[in-house]
């Protein structure tokens, strides 16, 4: 079993920038990919970014558009997502979640999920 929590959301002004993290417990999460997903109030999850256990990165083209950035740290057992030049419209709960395999950016591949964290970004 492996507990996800995530941390670093709050209030920005546009143009800003925020580090979310994401870390795990219960057992070391080093050999999963994690993801990152986003939520914004009356929308559908979207895919933000995913990075596996040996650093392989994938980029949402939609939602990170060169803005985001994903790292992870498997002696800290954390991901972190980076978060610059943000906009209004990257408003959103954002939750890391974990994959043992599977398709990237599906949702339902990824077994293990955080509780979120607010961003707001306001203009």
């Known amino acids: 079993q492996v507990q996800l929590v995530e941390s670093g959301g709050g209030l920005v002004q546009a143009g800003g920038s925020l580090r979310l993290s994401c870390t795990a417990s219960g057992r070391t999460f080093s050999r999963n990919a994690v993801g990152w997903f986003r939520q914004a109030a009356g929308k559908e999850r979207e895919f933000v970014g995913d990075i596996t256990w040996s650093g392989t990165i994938t980029h949402s083209p939609d939602s990170a558009k060169g803005r985001f950035t994903i790292s992870r740290d498997n002696t800290k057992n954390t991901v972190y997502l980076q978060m610059d030049s943000l906009k209004p419209e990257d408003t959103a709960v954002y939750y890391c979640?974990?994959?043992?395999?599977?398709?990237?950016?599906?949702?339902?591949?990824?077994?293990?999920w955080g509780q979120g964290t607010q961003v707001t970004v306001s203009s």
């Open positions: 979640a974990a994959r043992f395999s599977g398709v990237v950016g599906l949702a339902r591949e990824y077994v293990y």
